[in-house]
């Protein structure tokens, strides 16, 4: 999972201040939002990662609410297979694949059953291997048959468009969860390795908690992505732990794309 932290200050005015230079997102957000996507966020300011961390579910809140707004305007001109493709697209392009590429280098290492240091040296790897093109066409087609499956318009319209917002925020939520459970893999300094330099509290999930409150507006629906989420991310920490003993910057990457593309397919199954 690379970052958008680094490079020169841009001359021109970001979403992260006004003409007067008051702020209008908190450092921390814009943190966030540089850290995991492409939006626009800010010159960087003072970086500090243990603080971004509990912004990451409204990160994921904010990605879902542009992609609910570019599908809701593609579905009044598209067949909905089209839409689906157009939905995978935006979710890929905003993230700038951060993390499929996290998940492509997560499955080369972690399915080439050699030992741990061989799987963390693979995973460093640049290079695509054959479970790392499987994953990604595995996620990219689940989500696409997800997105295809939701219903589209009539009275179930809102509730299309809020599963859509809601996904992404669960998925960045897993991330959290990740750092909370497990240590850092890697010896030494690593892409995500400043995530890990404080411990997580419960406090810091109120992100997670906002999305668990805005799923009930899904009615009893919420009760099928609620435990899978839980269960998604159970599966991914055990799994984590008996194969390297912890998590890197690409485990977490990935522990995101497989969340959201498994909430899509049980959000498209309750709905």
Same mark, same amino acid.
């Given at each position: 999972m690379t970052? =958008?932290?680094? =490079? &020169? /200050?841009?001359? *021109?005015?970001? @979403?992260?201040?006004?003409?007067?230079?008051?702020?209008? @997102?908190?450092?921390?957000?814009?943190? !966030? *939002?540089?850290?995991?996507?492409? @939006?626009? !966020?800010? &010159?960087p300011e003072a970086y500090h990662p243990r603080a971004m961390i509990p912004y990451f579910p409204v990160v994921g809140l904010l990605l879902g609410l542009i992609l609910a707004a570019a599908d809701a305007a593609a579905c009044r001109f598209l067949a909905q297979p089209a839409v689906g493709a157009i939905d995978v697209i935006v979710l890929t392009v905003l993230t700038g694949a951060l993390h499929l590429d996290g998940l492509a280098d997560t499955a080369d290492g972690l399915f080439s059953h050699r030992n741990r240091e061989t799987a963390l040296s693979i995973m460093k790897d640049s290079r695509i291997g054959v479970m790392g093109a499987? !994953? *990604?066409?595995?996620? *990219? @087609?689940? /989500?696409? =048959?997800?997105f295809s499956a939701l219903p589209v318009g009539g009275d179930t319209a809102w509730q299309r468009f809020l599963v859509l917002v809601l996904v992404p925020g669960y998925a960045r939520s897993s991330m959290m969860a990740g750092i909370y459970f497990l240590p850092y893999a890697r010896a030494g300094k690593g892409t995500a390795s400043d995530l890990f330099t404080q411990d997580l509290k419960l406090r810091d999930f109120w992100g997670l908690f906002l999305c668990v409150l805005l799923s009930g507006l899904l009615g009893w629906r919420a009760l099928a992505i609620i435990p899978a989420f839980l269960a998604v991310c159970t599966a991914l920490i055990i799994f984590y732990r008996k194969r390297i003993k912890g998590v890197t910057g690409d485990m977490l990457g990935a522990m995101s794309e497989i969340t959201e593309a498994f909430l899509f397919i049980i959000a498209a199954a309750a709905f």
């Open positions: 970052t =958008g932290q680094g =490079g &020169a /200050k841009s001359p *021109l005015r970001s @979403l992260a201040s006004n003409k007067t230079g008051m702020k209008i @997102l908190p450092v921390h957000l814009a943190a !966030a *939002l540089r850290f995991i996507t492409i @939006l626009p !966020a800010g &010159a499987t !994953a *990604l066409a595995c996620i *990219l @087609l689940a /989500k696409y =048959g997800a």
